[in-house]
């Protein structure tokens, strides 16, 4: 068995950080990196470990490519506040062959309002979050950063427990950050038109809702599939909203 140091990026996170530290407790590290905030995370947090730091927010691969860095074994498994190692999971990795693979994808159980979303492309969501620390770099992308590992991959069976969207409230308000994040990406690539504002979002409804099977998961897989379409919705209209800033000046 080899040690594994467990690294969470976290604020604003106190309704969940106690659930997802609480399924890391078999890890031999734990480091927890906070940004700034208000809230009860960092107290809750310092019931799990010792190893917190608080760092000012300067995006999402910054923050995990300094999570990574103060992990002291070479072994590394990064999970997000939503997250959770299930049982299963925590067996598989105590058990596992290291030797195998240098990076090892974990596939994901999605939850959107209480439920598991096995359609719109949320099933088995592999996510590459166990690996070798020398191995491994941070993507560096403003929204849907990851790890970049330089050697085998192999993958797990167990699922991470991801409790994605728990309330529509609060699935706004990620839809409007991570679409900013997406807009800022790719307004330098992208020519925004009309069509593509009001033609885009309907692919990406038709493709989640029928290509993707999201009717096969009921009313729940409908609104993951307006949601996604929604987001794509925001994105490209941001996008033509910087462009045309652009041009006025």
């Not at 399924?23 to 107290?43: F, K, Q």
């Not at 195998?100 to 596939?107: N, T, W």
């Not at 096995?118 to 770099?137: A, M, N, V």
Request: glycine fraction near 6%.
């Amino acid at each position: 068995m080899q040690k594994v140091s467990a690294i969470v990026i976290a604020g604003r996170e106190e309704k969940n950080i106690a659930d997802c530290l609480e399924s890391l407790r078999w890890a031999d590290e734990i480091v927890v990196v906070n940004s700034e905030s208000n809230d009860r995370t960092v107290e809750i947090a310092r019931q799990f470990t010792d190893k917190i730091f608080i760092r000012k927010w300067e995006g999402y691969a910054s923050q995990k490519r300094f999570s990574l860095q103060q992990a002291t074994n070479e072994w590394v498994l990064s999970i997000d506040a939503d997250e959770r190692v299930s049982p299963e999971l925590c067996s598989e990795i105590l058990s596992l062959d290291f030797s195998k693979a240098d990076g090892f994808y974990i596939p994901r159980r999605n939850y959107f309002l209480g439920r598991v979303i096995r359609s719109c492309g949320w099933s088995p969501d592999y996510q590459l979050r166990l690996f070798k620390k020398s191995k491994t770099s941070v993507t560096d992308r403003h929204v849907h950063e990851g790890f970049a590992v330089d050697g085998k991959k192999d993958y797990l069976k167990s699922e991470l427990i991801h409790y994605t969207h728990s309330t529509i409230s609060g699935t706004l308000d990620k839809i409007n950050e991570y679409s900013a994040l997406e807009a800022q990406e790719k307004a330098g690539r992208v020519r925004m038109t009309g069509a593509k504002i009001f033609f885009k979002p309907l692919w990406a409804f038709i493709q989640h809702f029928i290509m993707r099977r999201g009717f096969t998961d009921g009313v729940s897989g409908l609104m993951v599939s307006i949601i996604h379409a929604m987001t794509k919705t925001q994105v490209y209209m941001k996008i033509w909203e910087m462009q045309n800033d652009r041009k006025k000046r």
